[in-house]
């Protein structure tokens, strides 16, 4: 599933395409409050990319993108900014996740810290699920069982 | 045009149910595989025209979007899969 064969049509196919449906799933995160989308749907996107690069491309080319290793960092995280954002609401003495009170260190207006706070929150969730889904494609089609040490 | 709209999905969906028909009783896997392409291909238009229907088009391009790149994506693994197996 994650060999290298010559087929030359679908490489460039998915060349052409990746940068695309990774502008997507980033708009697909941004619009989250004014379409349907938000971070998991963004993340699922932006983790398919990533699937579609690694069954083009072989996992020799695709462990320099997208290893285990980076998997595991982003997933960690992104589950750090969302968070740290509700910890961060919970020290500034309100709620978790209640982002108005982000207004104090954003200099802005609580409805504007709020739409902000999602923001951020959508980010760390985007990032978080195109890791687990990246993850959970890489450990099954390798049948966890990874050629070489990427450790180094 | 609600109504011509409506007739049109009526339409494509008779046109799924004779994909389907190839995708469960189709000879062999690559019948199987393009009818299921073919079928996401048409879910994708069913869902514009929800759109033009509820009047939130904006809202459905961006789903009918995520279906055709979801859709590509699986076919191709479902191919390489295939391949890999040595069923073709």
């Known amino acids: 599933m994650t060999q290298l064969t010559d087929d030359i049509i679908i490489r460039a196919v998915s060349r052409l395409m990746i940068p695309f449906i990774q502008l997507y799933a980033l708009y697909v995160i941004m619009h989250g409050h004014h379409s349907p989308g938000g971070g998991f749907q963004g993340g699922v996107i932006l983790g398919a990319s990533f699937i579609l690069y690694l069954i083009t491309h072989g996992l020799e080319e695709a462990k320099i993108r997208m290893s285990e290793m980076k998997a595991g960092f982003f997933s960690a995280s992104g589950l750090l900014i969302y968070s740290g954002i509700g910890l961060l609401c919970l020290i500034l003495g309100s709620n978790f996740l209640n982002y108005g009170r982000l207004s104090v260190i954003l200099k802005v207006i609580p409805s504007q810290a709020r739409s902000l706070g999602i923001l951020g929150v959508e980010i760390g969730v985007g990032i978080t699920v195109m890791a687990v889904m990246f993850s959970i494609f890489f450990d099954i089609s390798t049948g966890g069982i990874i050629p070489e040490d990427e450790g180094d | ?88």
């Open chain 2, 1 to 88: 045009m609600n109504n011509f709209f409506l007739w049109l999905g009526m339409g494509l969906f008779v046109l799924v149910l004779l994909c389907l028909y190839r995708g469960v009783f189709g000879p062999g896997v690559l019948n199987r595989i393009a009818a299921i392409s073919a079928i996401g291909t048409k879910t994708l238009i069913i869902l514009l025209l929800m759109g033009f229907i509820y009047q939130r088009v904006e809202m459905f391009v961006d789903i009918s979007m995520v279906y055709a790149l979801l859709n590509f994506i699986g076919t191709i693994t479902v191919a390489k899969y295939l391949e890999m197996s040595g069923e073709i």
